[in-house]
Nanobody
């Protein structure tokens, strides 16, 4: 059974940083894309970032580009999201996701497994 478990969320002031982690189990994720989505209060779920199996390719939403960095450690079956210069509009539940391909990576339908999510709250 595939499981994705996020951690690292919390409350931070605007301008601060957080690092999210996602521990994956149930399959070998070394050949899969992994990424992050988020859903803010009253908003639709949106794409944040994705990384391919080798870490060579990464894609970000325009809203986080230059502030967030996605990385992975295949030996640990883990993916991370370093979030810097946080803004109140980054407040959301952040979900770890995995997919076999990066085709239409911005679409939630591309991803076959989702974690339970971790709350990130940025105060102004």
């Amino acid at each position: 059974q595939v499981q994705l478990v996020e951690s690292g969320g919390g409350l931070v002031q605007a301008g601060g940083s957080l690092r999210l982690s996602c521990a994956a189990s149930g399959r070998t994720f070394g050949s899969y894309f992994m990424g992050w989505f988020r859903q803010g209060p009253g908003k639709e779920r949106e794409f944040v970032a994705i990384i391919n199996w080798s870490g060579e390719y990464t894609y970000y939403s325009d809203s986080v580009k230059g502030r967030f960095t996605i990385s992975r450690d295949n030996a640990k079956n883990a993916v991370y999201l370093q979030m810097n210069s946080l803004k109140p509009e980054d407040t959301a539940v952040y979900y770890c996701v995995t997919a076999k391909s990066g085709f239409r990576y911005w679409a939630s339908s591309n991803y076959d497994y989702w974690g339970q999510g971790t709350q990130v709250t940025v105060s102004s």
